[in-house]
């Protein structure tokens, strides 16, 4: 079987077993970019054959002096392009960042890289994490590996993409709502995001700071163990990290017996607007999931007709707040040949930024007004509060519960771009 066909558990076996070495998988993992990476891009920047190749030497070699092997040594792993990596271009998708190299390398970046995985490259996104099908790239979209005229989702399309297409054997996303979990359901792999302060944020470039969350993309549930594993643990330099013991995600990722689960299905979640065959396939699921021993119970969740609107308040009312940075003074794209420092205010956000991330910066300036604020941005806050409550309640009942991720299967490229509710 060809390397890049293997799971991370299963590549990571047969590196640490000594039947292959660091340099095999980066070839292999290198002619398959160079074969499907044209037609899918899932990337904005490749890491070059020449830097790729001496990182595997390096460990080849090292492997004799060091006293053990890292669960991701040597593995292939593409990073959403809105985390910092020192030295390597962080464009968040944008023309605004069309030239950034961070100086720092963001939390996570610095956990992966202390156990010497292949950094295969950046992978493309909606530009600032702001869409779900990352069509809202300034670099062009990327496509469904499985039907390359649909979307991959958003906006981790690239990673998801990338680790579909098997050009990575895994992959960092970024979650704000839905965007690591949405884009796994589009390419049919695994998409996990972490309870938020799991996960250290920094280094992540800010969307809506409230909600943002950084989380691994598999091909499985262990798989997505093995990186959550490297990634969680308190940062002092994240203020919302949390300060918790964690335990290995591994041993909760073997199968176990599910008899004494009660599995909750929120009524609200299969409602008007769920595409037939979705619904089709969750309940299979969910009758698969009774048939082996799990309680299914219908619950409610009264709040969730609010949710859409709540978040659209505050994702976008934080992202006014955190891309006010983005001005042409201190780094970054700028405007050139104005007249005033008004005039270069103006011309550079018009010109970096694009129309999807313009309009929610234009939505959250709005809400956090002046005689607005109250109205929009605290009530959506109350609100928040009681789709929390809702949550808090029904797990007072159940263990876990199932739901559809998307209401429809991937959509065609093109399709929705001129209609942003339903996007």
Not at 65 to 76: C, D, N, S, V
Not at 124 to 153: C, V, Y
Not at 280 to 301: C, F, H, P, S, Y
Not at 364 to 385: C, F, H, I, M, P
């Amino acid at each position: 079987m060809a390397l890049f066909k293997l799971t991370l558990k299963e590549l990571q076996e047969k590196f640490t077993g000594g039947e292959v070495t660091a340099g095999e998988i980066a070839r292999a993992y290198l002619l398959r970019v160079s074969q499907v990476e044209p037609s899918i891009k899932a990337y904005i920047s490749v890491t070059t054959k020449e830097v790729l190749l001496g990182k595997a030497q390096g460990i080849d070699v090292g492997l004799k002096a060091w006293r053990k092997t890292e669960p991701l040594m040597a593995m292939p792993i593409g990073i959403k392009d809105n985390i910092c990596t020192k030295g390597m271009r962080t464009t968040c998708g944008s023309r605004m960042l069309d030239n950034f190299v961070p100086p720092y390398d963001a939390t996570v970046m610095n956990k992966l890289n202390a156990q010497k995985p292949l950094i295969i490259g950046k992978t493309n996104l909606d530009e600032f994490a702001m869409g779900s099908s990352t069509e809202h790239s300034a670099f062009g979209p990327s496509r469904n590996p499985w039907n390359q005229k649909h979307i991959p989702g958003g906006s981790s399309g690239g990673s998801a993409a990338a680790v579909a297409a098997e050009e990575c054997v895994a992959a960092l996303g970024s979650d704000t709502g839905g965007s690591i979990r949405q884009p796994a359901a589009c390419c049919g792999v695994v998409g996990f995001k972490p309870t938020y302060g799991r996960v250290s944020r920094y280094g992540l470039v800010a969307f809506a700071s409230s909600l943002d969350q950084i989380g691994p993309i598999t091909k499985t549930v262990t798989d997505a163990a093995i990186m959550l594993n490297a990634l969680v643990g308190y940062d002092p330099l994240d203020s919302t990290s949390a300060d918790r013991d964690f335990p290995d995600f591994t041993k909760s990722a073997k199968k176990k017996d599910i008899k004494k689960l009660t599995i909750g299905v929120p009524e609200e979640y299969f409602a008007e607007g769920l595409d037939s065959e979705v619904a089709e396939k969750v309940q299979d699921a969910i009758a698969v999931l009774e048939k082996i021993g799990g309680k299914i119970q219908a619950v409610t969740l009264p709040s969730t007709a609010r949710a859409i609107a709540t978040y659209y308040l505050i994702a976008t009312a934080e992202a006014s707040s955190n891309l006010a940075r983005y001005d042409g003074v201190k780094y970054g794209f700028r405007a050139k040949e104005c007249k005033s420092l008004a005039e270069m205010y103006h011309s550079t956000r018009s010109h970096g930024f694009g129309p999807e991330v313009k309009r929610r910066i234009m939505l959250g300036t709005y809400a956090l007004s002046a005689g607005y604020y109250d109205a929009y941005y605290a009530k959506a806050q109350a609100v928040r509060t009681m789709i929390q409550r809702d949550f808090d309640e029904v797990f007072k009942e159940v263990d876990l519960l199932v739901s559809p991720v998307m209401p429809t299967p991937a959509f065609q490229l093109g399709e929705r771009l001129e209609d942003p509710l339903q996007m």
